[in-house]
């Protein structure tokens, strides 16, 4: 059982009516339900909870973390921050979506700005698959499209990722690098660009079977307790 944490700041939704239409009870129940399935089980974490859902107990339970966050980035104590970039290091697998690009996690384990360029037009975006042969884009075909989308554009303050996934085109003429995957320490990152709030980009079904496809892809392989530097047998024999 893969044990999925969805973590979303949930503010737009309870705010602005645009988007309470299309996610009435946050873009967090809808990634949880169509999630949930025989061997991955889900739980929900948003901002206004005590220690925003993510208490020790909780990231030391999950097997991958799903990140939303957009206007309250700064409201995330630094220490829980921390404590998921940790969990990370220890071998927790974790999916920033859309304009989780410039949260706290995102930063610690980039170590880059994580700016980009952005216009909200309603544009249509292809979404090309340049690794046909990752897992994260298993059941998919050359390419999916979302009739309407936030534009993203290059230039994307990212690490050279280990592997890139999908590369995107807005009908506006923009290119971005829309699926991200990289290793840090232990644990595996996927950045994926969809999912802005007022667009229903997490009711298609192609968008679904990337998240549910990097999930797998992110379960931890090899996580470990604590993050420390032994003192070790030498490999070999030394004459000291
Ligand atoms: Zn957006």
């Known amino acids: 059982m893969i044990r999925v944490t969805v973590w979303n700041e949930f503010i737009h939704e309870k705010k602005r009516e645009e988007v309470k239409q299309v996610y009435p009870n946050g873009i967090h129940e809808v990634i949880a339900d169509f999630l949930r399935c025989d061997d991955i089980s889900v739980r929900c974490a948003a ?12 990231v030391d339970s999950t097997d991958v973390m799903i990140w939303w966050g957009h206007c309250a980035h ?9 404590r998921v970039q940790e969990a990370v ?18 930063h610690l384990l980039m170590g880059t700005s994580g700016t980009l360029g952005w216009h909200v037009d309603g544009d249509k975006e292809r979404v ?7 897992p994260i884009a298993k059941g998919l075909g050359r390419y999916f499209e979302l009739p ?3 534009t993203y554009s290059e ?10 996934v999908f ?9 971005f690098r829309s699926g991200c995957c990289y290793n840090r320490g232990r644990g595996k990152v996927f950045y994926f660009q969809p999912g802005h709030e007022t667009c229903p980009t997490y009711y298609i079904p192609e968008v679904r079977t990337v998240i549910r496809n990097a999930v797998r892809w992110a379960a931890p392989e090899d996580r470990v307790e604590e993050l420390v530097c032994p003192n070790v047998a030498p490999a070999e024999p030394c004459g000291v």
């Open 155 to 164: 230039p994307f303050d990212i690490p050279e990722p280990d592997r890139l």
């Open 167 to 175: 590369i995107s085109w807005f009908a506006s003429g923009e290119v």
């Open 47 to 58: 901002l206004d909870e005590p220690e925003c859902g993510l208490t020790r107990e909780v």
């Open 128 to 134: 090309w698959v340049c690794a046909p042969s990752s």
């Open 148 to 150: 309407q989308e936030e």
């Open 89 to 106: 290091l220890k071998g927790m697998g974790i999916i920033f979506l859309h304009s989780a690009h410039m949260s706290k996690p995102f």
């Open 74 to 82: 700064d409201k995330v104590p630094d220490e829980i921050a921390k």
